[in-house]
């Protein structure tokens, strides 16, 4: 069986949590040696085997970015025919994978890893070319043979986004992680590495993690982090802000906090895996405000790493974060407009204040808490048993 993966993101150009998921899955069907998997993603050429990449097309370089990404989709589609079957990822690709679809008569599996109707701040980003994604999205889910959803949560909200789709045609298979490269690493070295950034590794702190985007919440976290007891550091591994808008918002936000406390640690770079491991190695507890996450890969990585976790109760997160055994889960009550906004944002800002302080208040509990996080996501989230579960899909829409 040959199956094409379509994705915007792979190695070395991975910026979230779908190329990460893309790039495991990818190898866990590889390892199986038993189906031929080709690769088709975005950007200059790649030097692995059963890669294509493919780059913008220069006829649409002054164009929309929207256009652009379908000019790639089109050059992607035609060398799909001859697939068994074709599984695209984000609504970047979705469209060369419903192409690929019309042209060659295979199958065409979406995974939903975010949708574009439950991110509608994303209209400052792209302004017209949010409704030229909108479409696209759409237009793919609603003709795919099969939808794979990362969490139940996930799962819910595509049934109502996408109202006309046959739920029997959304599967549900979650996110995964790699526990011997996402694993605590407390050598003299991590130290090292923590300190050359900044950190003091024998203090107590708060770690995020994530893109400056509306839906990880950072804006919340930075003021919840204000009412924190003043030895506890906050490390913020921070960047590619969507928008000029929320990057001047946070970095605001970044200067006040700065002004009232020490120890707050702003890394704008995108790290090597390594120092990433290193910092959630040395932390007492990871934070995840989001208020929009299908599932949440980076809380995975942080309880691969032995760190407990503070997380919004929202999407796909508590079906990964156990309250009370492996982290805290702030609970939220959302605005029903498709942007997950707080309804009280003050009373989430306090929530999310008083979850963090209770978890960094009793370094031993936060210590066994990271323990049985990292014993659910070795026994419940290999990408040994997605990738099997990910076939079983493939297997249903091509009839057996």
Same mark, same amino acid.
């Given at each position: 069986?040959?199956?094409?993966?379509?994705?915007?993101?792979?190695?070395?150009?991975?910026?979230?949590?779908?190329?990460?998921?893309?790039?495991?899955?990818?190898?866990?069907?590889?390892?199986?040696?038993?189906?031929?998997?080709?690769?088709?993603?975005?950007?200059?050429?790649?030097?692995?085997?059963?890669?294509?990449?493919?780059?913008? =097309? &220069?006829? *649409?370089? !002054? +164009?929309?970015?929207?256009?652009? /990404?379908?000019?790639?989709?089109?050059? #992607?589609?035609?060398?799909?025919?001859?697939?068994?079957?074709?599984?695209?990822?984000?609504?970047?690709?979705?469209?060369?994978?419903? =192409? &690929?679809? *019309?042209? !060659? +008569?295979?199958?065409?599996?979406? /995974?939903?890893?975010?949708?574009?109707? #439950?991110?509608?701040?994303?209209?400052?980003?792209?302004?017209?070319?949010?409704?030229?994604?909108?479409?696209?999205?759409?237009?793919?889910?609603?003709?795919?043979? !099969?939808?794979?959803?990362?969490?139940?949560?996930?799962?819910?909200?595509?049934?109502?986004?996408?109202?006309?789709?046959?739920?029997?045609?959304?599967?549900?298979?979650?996110?995964?992680?790699?526990?011997?490269?996402?694993?605590?690493?407390?050598?003299?070295?991590?130290?090292?590495?923590?300190?050359?950034?900044?950190?003091?590794?024998?203090?107590?702190?708060?770690?995020?993690?994530?893109?400056?985007?509306?839906?990880?919440?950072?804006?919340?976290?930075?003021?919840?982090?204000?009412?924190?007891?003043?030895?506890?550091?906050?490390?913020?591994?921070?960047?590619?802000?969507?928008?000029?808008?929320?990057?001047?918002?946070?970095?605001?936000?970044?200067?006040?906090?700065?002004?009232?406390?020490?120890?707050?640690?702003?890394?704008?770079?995108?790290?090597?895996?390594?120092?990433?491991?290193?910092?959630?190695?040395?932390?007492?507890?990871?934070?995840?405000?989001?208020?929009?996450?299908?599932?949440?890969?980076?809380?995975?990585?942080?309880?691969?790493?032995?760190?407990?976790?503070?997380?919004?109760?929202?999407?796909?997160?508590?079906?990964?974060?156990?309250?009370?055994?492996?982290?805290?889960?702030?609970?939220?009550?959302?605005?029903?407009?498709?942007?997950?906004?707080?309804?009280?944002?003050?009373?989430?800002?306090?929530?999310?204040?008083?979850?963090?302080?209770?978890?960094?208040?009793?370094?031993?509990?936060?210590?066994?808490?990271?323990?049985?996080?990292?014993?659910?996501?070795?026994?419940?989230?290999?990408?040994?048993?997605?990738?099997?579960?990910?076939?079983?899909?493939?297997?249903?829409?091509?009839?057996?």
């Amino acid at each position: 069986m040959r199956v094409d993966i379509l994705s915007k993101e792979y190695p070395p150009a991975i910026y979230g949590g779908a190329g990460v998921h893309v790039a495991e899955l990818v190898r866990a069907l590889r390892a199986r040696g038993d189906i031929d998997v080709q690769v088709r993603c975005f950007g200059p050429p790649r030097d692995e085997p059963g890669t294509t990449a493919y780059a913008d =097309l &220069a006829e *649409l370089s !002054g +164009g929309n970015a929207a256009l652009q /990404t379908l000019g790639v989709d089109v050059a #992607m589609a035609g060398d799909c025919v001859g697939a068994d079957l074709v599984h695209s990822h984000t609504w970047y690709a979705n469209m060369a994978g419903h =192409l &690929a679809s *019309l042209l !060659g +008569g295979m199958p065409h599996v979406v /995974t939903a890893h975010s949708l574009e109707p #439950m991110r509608p701040w994303k209209a400052e980003q792209l302004g017209g070319g949010y409704r030229v994604s909108s479409w696209a999205e759409r237009t793919a889910y609603e003709s795919a043979a !099969g939808v794979v959803a990362v969490s139940a949560g996930m799962r819910d909200d595509i049934l109502r986004s996408y109202p006309s789709l046959e739920p029997s045609r959304v599967h549900v298979v979650h996110n995964g992680i790699d526990a011997q490269l996402w694993q605590a690493d407390r050598s003299p070295e991590a130290a090292d590495v923590v300190r050359k950034h900044g950190v003091d590794p024998d203090r107590r702190s708060v770690v995020f993690v994530g893109r400056i985007t509306r839906q990880k919440g950072l804006p919340y976290l930075l003021r919840a982090c204000a009412q924190l007891p003043p030895d506890v550091q906050l490390v913020l591994c921070a960047g590619a802000p969507d928008t000029p808008e929320i990057k001047a918002e946070v970095e605001g936000l970044m200067n006040d906090l700065s002004a009232q406390r020490e120890g707050v640690v702003w890394i704008p770079d995108m790290l090597p895996r390594n120092e990433v491991v290193a910092l959630l190695s040395h932390g007492t507890v990871f934070a995840c405000p989001s208020v929009y996450e299908p599932l949440g890969i980076v809380n995975l990585e942080a309880m691969a790493c032995e760190l407990a976790v503070v997380a919004t109760a929202t999407g796909g997160i508590p079906e990964v974060v156990v309250d009370g055994e492996t982290g805290w889960l702030v609970p939220i009550e959302q605005v029903q407009d498709g942007t997950g906004t707080p309804v009280d944002p003050d009373r989430f800002v306090a929530d999310l204040a008083a979850a963090l302080t209770d978890a960094v208040s009793d370094v031993d509990r936060a210590r066994r808490f990271g323990k049985a996080g990292r014993a659910r996501a070795v026994d419940s989230f290999s990408w040994a048993s997605i990738g099997d579960r990910t076939l079983e899909v493939y297997r249903a829409v091509l009839g057996g």
